[in-house]
């Protein structure tokens, strides 16, 4: 039986917003003063986003980057996330799973986003499926399939385990799954990919430790 989700919105990942964003570390830096920030969001399409989440950006391709800082460009320390995807779970120990109904407000302003799509109601099934689709978009860019896959709720406040993915370049991990909202009050999810310097852990875990794999993801993930 489908477990329940109470909204999905979404836009698609594609190989090509996983290429802009692998690149940004090698992108030649931008100061950051606000002049030197607003010319190079012009000259990429970008716009600057304080709503959906703070103090982070509107890709060209529509999709929600945030980094450390708030300036990923040419910044090869720096965290960066590209959110493609945002879910309100069903909170499997509410017995009544009622909406909360202020949280609506918040969905529909991730759904107003152009070029994204709103699911309500939805499923974990088609959350998994979003992110099966963007899995193949990183594995066209990368030309090759993720290291490790995990299904795993370590990274979310509440709702279903789903699947992590994990690839690594020579310099950094690329971990694509659910993460916790940062707000409103970690009661939504992303799902995003985040690209996160190696230097925080290089080394993979074993393949038959996927406790010790998770914590290594939650690691690579935290905002």
Known sequence: M???????????????????????PAAPPVADDVDALD??????????????????????????LCSDGRNPFGRADVPTFLVFGEL????????????LPWLHPYMDLWARTPGWELDEPSTAEECEATLARAAQAVTEHLGAG???VVLSDVTVVTGPAMTHRVWRT?????????????????YLTHLQLSFTPLDRAPGLPPADDEDALTVWIAEHVDW
């Open 170 to 186: 020579p310099t950094h991990a690329l971990v694509l799954g659910p993460s916790a909202d940062n707000g409103p009050y970690g």
């Open 146 to 148: 993720p290291e490790r």
């Open 39 to 64: 010319a190079e969001l012009t000259r990429r399409g970008w716009a600057w986003e304080h709503e959906r989440v703070c103090d982070s950006f509107l890709t060209g391709h529509g999709h929600v």
């Open 88 to 99: 309100y779970p069903v909170d499997e120990e509410d017995e009544d799973r009622t909406s």
């Open 2 to 24: 489908p477990t329940p989700v109470h909204m999905l919105a979404r836009r698609p990942l594609t190989s090509a917003a996983v290429a802009e964003l692998v690149a940004l």
